[in-house]
């Protein structure tokens, strides 16, 4: 699946809902699609507060590579190892297990 880069600022879930909703108010398929499939995948409850506190470990990961983290939900080191492998980047254990901690007290 291919995405395409609109806009530099996050939305947080409510401007997504909003958003797809005006595709539904237009009996818009595609919209009503969207809409369902954020309502079951969207895990985190505050995207910018979890970007935060992953941003704040200084870990050196880049913002990309910590949306990816964000989305996927890692749940073991080897997960995390390999999403974040192409920064070539030598995170230790515990930083790896900080991070997955971050994002499950965040679900």
């Not at 995948?41 to 970007?51: C, G, L, M, R, T």
Request: no cysteine.
């Amino acid at each position: 699946m291919e995405y395409e880069v609109i806009d530099e600022k996050f939305m947080d879930e409510t401007e997504i809902r909003d958003n797809y909703t005006n595709f539904i108010d237009k009996n818009s398929e595609y919209g009503k699609k969207m809409l369902d499939h954020i309502q079951k995948n969207i895990k985190i409850d505050n995207f910018e507060k979890v970007f935060e506190e992953l941003s704040a470990l200084n870990l050196n990961i880049r913002d990309d590579y910590l949306r990816m983290l964000i989305d996927a939900i890692p749940s073991s080191s080897d997960q995390v190892k390999a999403i974040i492998a192409p920064l070539k980047l030598n995170i230790k254990e515990e930083d790896l297990k900080l991070i997955i901690s971050v994002l499950k007290k965040h679900l």
